[in-house]
């Protein structure tokens, strides 16, 4: 290991806290404040005396980029698509996705479609930056997290009102849920593929390279149902089975949101607005699409580091009922039986 290399410690955010030497001898440590102001310490936790990184450490909250421009005077986050500002909370110009065409896409203008997200269109992370990232300026990830509530709401609605968990335990639960969902998008490592229904992009690939890939997610997708029900068998395993739970939730979702219609066509993205549908375990009318981790052409089916279907299109809002019913199903299955297992413990 080079000795002359520096390392970064990060948070739940990824925002760097700390930086060391190849031994863990911390040079210099990172705080902020809940929108990403951030405050430089000595080691031992001592403001820095001049305010200022002697690392020249520019990427602080999330993991982002720290722009310094008008001879120091301005400081801004640079976050791919958009700048945000720490100091007010928010970002300094409209979300584009709805509003800026996209040539990567069909009919990716939506006057509608861009306050999906909500009214705000500076807005950072729905007023939630200590639980959720946005690290391409593109918030999308409110999608998980609202699916996730919603069908979670729904399954707590039906059950008996002698046996509903209650409000401690309820907010312990769709947190975990939420938060194992949202860290299979790591913005910092190498997409896993089978953890999203995509496929890794080749220029020559065959339908056997179709097939793979789509029975490598029906693995995943087994993994963590095993992993599940073995830490249901543990004494202590309640919580571990609801963090298997909320990866697995992760995966099944991305199934509505990113498969492409097996028989082509002008659009492979047009498929429940249409009539073609099916399930996370039914997929015979679908393939993963591909990505290619990188912005340069050309480019997968799934454009790089956008959703690729418009979550205000008449194929979105179709992707987007049909993934909420599925987890329904979902849930009154496995969270039925984590409750069975795992109320009393909860409840403690």
Same mark, same amino acid.
């Given at each position: 290991?080079?000795?002359?290399?520096?390392?970064?410690?990060?948070?739940?955010?990824?925002?760097?806290?700390?930086?060391?030497?190849?031994?863990?001898?911390?040079?210099?440590?990172?705080?902020?404040?809940?929108?990403?102001?951030?405050?430089?310490? +000595?080691?031992?936790?001592?403001?820095?005396?001049?305010?200022?990184?002697?690392?020249?450490?520019?990427?602080?909250?999330?993991?982002?980029?720290?722009?310094?421009?008008?001879?120091?005077?301005?400081?801004?986050?640079?976050?791919? !698509?958009?700048?945000?500002?720490?100091?007010?909370?928010?970002?300094?110009?409209?979300?584009?996705?709805?509003?800026?065409?996209?040539?990567?896409?069909?009919?990716?203008?939506?006057?509608?479609?861009?306050?999906?997200?909500?009214?705000?269109?500076?807005?950072?992370?729905?007023?939630?930056?200590?639980?959720?990232?946005?690290?391409?300026?593109?918030?999308?990830?409110? !999608?998980?997290?609202?699916?996730?509530?919603?069908?979670?709401?729904?399954?707590?609605?039906?059950?008996?009102?002698?046996?509903?968990?209650?409000?401690?335990?309820?907010?312990?639960?769709?947190?975990?849920?939420?938060?194992?969902?949202?860290?299979?998008?790591?913005?910092?490592?190498?997409?896993?593929?089978?953890?999203?229904?995509?496929?890794?992009?080749?220029?020559?690939?065959?339908?056997?390279?179709?097939?793979?890939?789509?029975?490598?997610?029906?693995?995943?997708?087994?993994? +963590?149902?095993?992993?599940?029900?073995?830490?249901?068998?543990?004494?202590?395993?309640?919580?571990?089975?609801?963090?298997?739970?909320?990866?697995?939730?992760?995966?099944?979702?991305?199934?509505?949101? !990113?498969?492409?219609?097996?028989?082509?066509?002008?659009?492979?993205?047009?498929?429940?607005?249409?009539?073609?549908?099916?399930?996370?375990?039914?997929?015979?009318?679908?393939?993963?699409?591909?990505?290619?981790?990188?912005?340069?052409?050309?480019?997968?089916?799934?454009?790089?580091?956008?959703?690729?279907?418009?979550?205000?299109?008449?194929?979105?809002?179709?992707?987007?009922?049909?993934?909420?019913?599925?987890?329904?199903?979902?849930?009154?299955?496995?969270?039925?039986?984590?409750?069975?297992?795992?109320?009393?413990?909860?409840?403690?």
């Amino acid at each position: 290991m080079p000795t002359t290399h520096k390392y970064y410690i990060h948070d739940h955010l990824y925002s760097s806290v700390a930086e060391a030497n190849y031994v863990g001898t911390v040079g210099e440590r990172y705080e902020y404040d809940a929108y990403g102001k951030c405050y430089i310490l +000595e080691p031992n936790f001592a403001p820095d005396p001049d305010g200022k990184s002697d690392a020249n450490n520019p990427f602080l909250f999330t993991g982002r980029e720290m722009d310094t421009l008008d001879n120091g005077n301005l400081k801004i986050m640079n976050y791919r !698509h958009r700048y945000y500002d720490t100091y007010t909370g928010r970002f300094t110009t409209h979300d584009p996705l709805g509003i800026v065409p996209n040539a990567q896409q069909l009919n990716r203008f939506d006057l509608i479609g861009q306050y999906k997200d909500g009214m705000n269109l500076y807005e950072y992370v729905q007023s939630s930056p200590t639980n959720r990232l946005d690290p391409s300026g593109l918030w999308r990830s409110g !999608h998980h997290i609202g699916l996730t509530e919603k069908a979670f709401k729904t399954w707590v609605s039906g059950l008996p009102s002698t046996s509903k968990p209650d409000k401690k335990c309820d907010n312990k639960m769709l947190n975990i849920l939420q938060t194992a969902n949202l860290k299979q998008d790591n913005p910092f490592m190498p997409p896993v593929y089978e953890h999203h229904y995509t496929r890794k992009y080749i220029a020559d690939e065959t339908v056997a390279d179709k097939i793979k890939a789509d029975k490598d997610y029906e693995t995943y997708l087994k993994s +963590e149902k095993t992993e599940f029900n073995t830490a249901l068998g543990l004494l202590t395993g309640c919580w571990k089975a609801l963090e298997a739970l909320g990866r697995m939730d992760h995966a099944l979702q991305d199934f509505y949101g !990113h498969a492409i219609n097996r028989t082509g066509g002008f659009d492979p993205f047009e498929a429940w607005s249409t009539g073609t549908t099916g399930t996370p375990y039914q997929r015979s009318s679908f393939w993963p699409p591909s990505y290619r981790n990188s912005p340069k052409p050309p480019s997968g089916e799934h454009p790089y580091k956008e959703e690729p279907v418009n979550p205000g299109s008449a194929e979105g809002v179709a992707r987007k009922n049909a993934a909420f019913s599925f987890m329904i199903d979902h849930y009154n299955k496995y969270l039925g039986k984590w409750w069975k297992d795992c109320k009393c413990v909860c409840c403690k």
